[in-house]
């Protein structure tokens, strides 16, 4: 049996004589939801019962006197395996746009990561071009004083040590950065019961 839209389904979960509780599970709604159903239904006319009440007229008579059928307790296992795959289907997909938003943010995180910290990376790589240049003076010019040697290597050594202060800034700011997004990150996959893995 296929049913138009909802009310088809609720109507004909009623007529059954189900409990609020079986509808609910095999509609995979609340309770609240099957009850607020049954009065709206009663109240507009239509041939459905309220819980525990008697049908008011023949044809309800005659659904509420209807044997088991096999046949409808197959159609309503097959609507309930049908809901509950839709219901996956639709949970599965949820996660797959919640992960995808997570890789967005994490590809926004790098590009906003490597803008703020680029400034940095230019003062580092003018160093290493300064140091570089250094050196191959040192080792290219031997015939200079020792006073000009020793003044050039002070030099590279301060150049050195300023290079790599700038390689310690750069990790910290990195790892800050890092850690915060993931922090953010999880907060939001864990308010959805999602895992970052």
Known sequence: MIFKNRKEEYIFLFKKGLKDLDIAQILGVSESFVAKARNKYFKSDDYVCK???IFSNQ?????????????????LILLATKKACELENAKNETEKLFYEMARSFIDS????????????KKDALILDLKISKL??????????????????????SCKIKEREEIEKKLIT??????????????????SKNLKLE
């Open 109 to 120: 995180h790098n590009k906003y990561k490597n803008l703020s910290l680029a400034a940095i």
């Open 135 to 156: 050196q191959s003076e040192i080792s290219g010019n031997k015939k200079r004083d020792l006073k000009e040697q020793e003044n050039l290597e002070r030099e590279l």
């Open 59 to 75: 044809a309800g008579e005659s659904i509420a006197k209807e044997p088991f059928n096999e046949d409808n307790f197959n159609n």
């Open 51 to 53: 819980k525990n009440s």
């Open 173 to 190: 700011i990195c790892m800050r950065e890092d850690f915060d997004a993931l922090v953010k990150l999880k907060s939001v996959l864990s």
